[in-house]
């Protein structure tokens, strides 16, 4: 759901009209009980930091390429970070996923056979770990990090 609001400041001539998100997740669903979950992550302002798009559509031959994405550094570390998730959170099974020039999509299962599910778990403010938040979280962080340490340009869009 998007609001808008609308700030005024007519001493200074300032009309200011944005556009509110609402949220976005289930009230009281659990995103660490089992389960397959959908991303979608966008990168800021929808940059091509991950790479460009190649080929043409209909390419019958070798001379002209299928439509491809066209890696930057920044794409191929996030292709390689999401493909080493399950290392790092071994209840999570990687299913199908593409890297696209402004964003990405992925398929997470959640496999927790010892996960206690079926005792209701809201959503809550605070420390998460073991969920669908924790999980994109680090992905995001480690691919920033590695951006920021290699001195290239790249940000994940705002919420």
Known sequence: MVRRARFCAPSQGLVLEINIMGPTRLKNYDYGSDGWYFITI??????????????????????????????????????????????????????????????MHGVLYFDRPDYAYRIPRPNEFGPQSKNLASVIRGYKAAVKKYATMNNIPFAWQSR
């Open 42 to 103: 966008c990168t800021d302002n929808r940059e091509h930091f991950f790479g460009e798009i190649l080929g043409s559509v209909g390419a019958q031959d070798l001379a002209h390429q299928h439509p491809h994405l066209q890696p930057t550094t920044i794409g191929q570390i996030a292709h390689q970070y999401w493909t080493e998730i399950p290392n790092h959170f071994p209840f999570v099974v990687l299913d199908e996923f593409v890297i696209m020039p402004d964003h």
